[in-house]
């Protein structure tokens, strides 16, 4: 499951191959929200609930690339599997290029809107001056380099559409490890480095994604993979980015209208104070770090569809998303429990604040159980 090799996934034991697929992307899940919650755990230690708050604005506008990102990411696992199920490894790799292109072009126009208007959107969710001074700097970096969360999430995409997703973890852990280093280096400046506050936390973050962007191109560019990308690869199809933006379009769509309701949300609780909006915001992170690993099984369970479909097998593919469910089920039934009981606990991990406590784990208990 963790070295690395690809696996063919249209024949054998269905049980394997969702054990298979499903631990290096339930790792490469919970590294990836593990970002989020490490930067916050640092920022909460500079006790400023300003620096919370426009960290947890920030992340909900973010919220809208990281949909627009994983919309495009399943399209581009379906269709990377679907030909590699074909045994069409070419075919997958151009895929894979024009998936990229289309990433790029989302990121340049987020990024350009973004250096222009980056303090005019922490006011439309409600921030006051206090916390557009404290925390601008970091929805600068964040939002004016999404590249970094677009092009991670599209290259692990490719990789685990060709059932390597011990890649796709490992590009994680390295920009994790990264962001683990530099993030009290940069946010309380140790050593050389000045004190760069929380707009630290994002350059941290952002030098931590490219590092695994790099990782993930050497290791396409290479010849190790069934993907190999080539100078041949390396050329804009029109067919299959409009195949693309279909296949893509309910998807985004899908993770638009819930990312919405959490956006709304969170410039409501901002109108209750710093304490208030602080204790939700940690709160919400945890809950994603729990969630996003159950996208690992969802993930296993999309390229086991792909692969079973271009290999001309729907029962082995629809036997695969009933088997993927019911393990889920189990998984987020087992996480609910434990936020029952120890919310609190969890919450004292990340500041000793008790009015941030109690706001926090009255969160986790309602989302969890709502």
Do not use: H
Not at 25 to 40: K, N, P
């Amino acid at each position: 499951a963790l070295n690395g090799s690809e696996q063919n996934f249209t024949e054998g034991s269905i049980n394997r191959a969702i054990f298979l697929l499903s631990i290096p992307m339930i790792l490469e899940m919970a590294m990836e929200s593990l970002l989020a919650v490490v930067d916050i755990y640092f920022i909460s230690k500079l006790n400023d609930n300003n620096a919370v708050t426009a960290v947890g604005l920030t992340e909900s506008v973010i919220a809208i690339v990281y949909s627009m990102a994983m919309g495009l990411g399943m399209a581009a696992t379906a269709m990377v599997a679907r030909r590699i199920g074909e045994k069409d490894a070419p075919g997958a790799a151009v895929s894979a290029v024009n998936a990229f292109y289309i990433g790029i072009s989302l990121s340049l126009v987020i990024s350009v809107v973004s250096i222009f208007f980056y303090e005019d959107v922490l006011q439309l969710m409600g921030a006051n001056q206090n916390i557009v001074d404290v925390g601008s700097g970091y929805t600068l970096w964040m939002l004016g380099g999404n590249f970094t969360i677009v092009a991670l999430f599209l290259c692990n995409a490719i990789f685990r559409g060709a059932g390597n997703a011990a890649v796709a973890m490992r590009s994680l852990w390295i920009a994790n490890i990264l962001n683990m280093i530099l993030d009290p280096i940069m946010i309380f400046g140790w050593g050389p480095f000045p004190s760069w506050g929380v707009e630290g936390a994002a350059i941290a973050t952002n030098i931590g994604r490219a590092a695994g962007v790099l990782y993930q191109i050497y290791y396409l560019a290479g010849d190790k993979g069934i993907i190999k990308i080539k100078k041949e690869n390396i050329r804009i199809d029109w067919d299959i980015i409009n195949k693309l933006l279909k296949v893509s379009a309910g998807n985004v769509g899908q993770f638009l209208i819930s990312t919405a309701s959490w956006l709304f949300l969170a410039r409501i609780i901002v109108n209750s104070g710093a304490t208030a909006f602080a204790g939700y915001q940690i709160a919400i992170r945890v809950i994603i770090f729990t969630i996003l690993p159950s996208w690992g099984m969802a993930n296993a369970a999309a390229t086991l569809v792909g692969q079973n479909l271009g290999a001309q097998q729907p029962e082995r593919a629809e036997k695969s998303v009933w088997t993927a469910g019911f393990l889920n089920m189990i998984f987020l039934g087992l996480i609910s429990v434990v936020f029952f009981f120890a919310s609190r606990a969890v919450m004292s991990l990340f500041t000793s604040d008790p009015g941030v406590i109690e706001y926090g784990t009255e969160c986790l208990r309602i989302v969890t159980f709502g």
